[in-house]
C-alpha cells in the first residue's frame, strides 16, 4: 500500500512532474550536450556534473510516479468539531502536562521540526477525527505508549 494522499497533493506532485519533464529534463539535456561538447570526457567535470544532474531529475520523476501510483487518495475535509488534515491542533501530554501545537498533515508535507505531524505516523492516526476534549491513546508499539488530551482544533483554511 502506498502512502495516504490528498488530491492537492497528488495535484502538486503532477504538476511537478510535468516541469521537470518539460523544462528541466530540456536544459539538463542541453547541459550535457554542451558539456560533451568541450572535448574530452575523460577529464571533464563539467559533463560528470551534468549528467548527475540529468540523472537526479529523472530519479525524481520516477518516485514522483510512483507516489502517485500508489497512493491511497483521502479526504481532507472532517467534520467542524474533528481533527482533520491540514488543520492545527493543541495537545496536552497526559504524562508532563506539556502542551504543543502539531499540524497534521500528508506523508509528503510532514515535517517534524516545523510540528508537522504525518496522518500516517501514530500520534497523526491516534488523534485523526477525534474531538476537543477527548483523551486519545497513542500506541507507539507493543506494551508502549502515551495519553494525550486535544485542548484545541483551529480548523485549516480551505484552500490549504
Known amino acids: 500500500m502506498g502512502h ?3 488530491q ?21 539535456l542541453e547541459a550535457v550536450k554542451e558539456a560533451r561538447a568541450q572535448g574530452d570526457l575523460s577529464d571533464n567535470f563539467e559533463y560528470y556534473a551534468a549528467k548527475r544532474e540529468k540523472n537526479r531529475n529523472e530519479g525524481r520523476i ?16 472532517t467534520a467542524p468539531d474533528e481533527v482533520g488534515i491540514g488543520d492545527e491542533i493543541i495537545v496536552e501530554f497526559e504524562e508532563d502536562h506539556e502542551t504543543e501545537s502539531l499540524r497534521l498533515v500528508t506523508t509528503v508535507a510532514s515535517d517534524s521540526l516545523n510540528n508537522c505531524v504525518s496522518i500516517e505516523a501514530p500520534i497523526g492516526k491516534s488523534i485523526r477525527g477525534h474531538k476537543v476534549g477527548e483523551r486519545v491513546y497513542v500506541e507507539m508499539g507493543k506494551n508502549a505508549g502515551f495519553y494525550l488530551c486535544i485542548k484545541e482544533i483551529r480548523k485549516a483554511s480551505k484552500e490549504h
Open 4 to 6: 495516504q494522499l490528498t
Open 62 to 77: 520516477r518516485y514522483l510516479d510512483r507516489m502517485i501510483r500508489t497512493a491511497t487518495i483521502v479526504e481532507a475535509q
Open 8 to 28: 492537492q497533493d497528488i495535484d502538486k506532485m503532477e504538476a511537478e512532474i510535468e516541469h521537470r519533464k518539460l523544462v528541466v529534463r530540456k536544459e539538463l
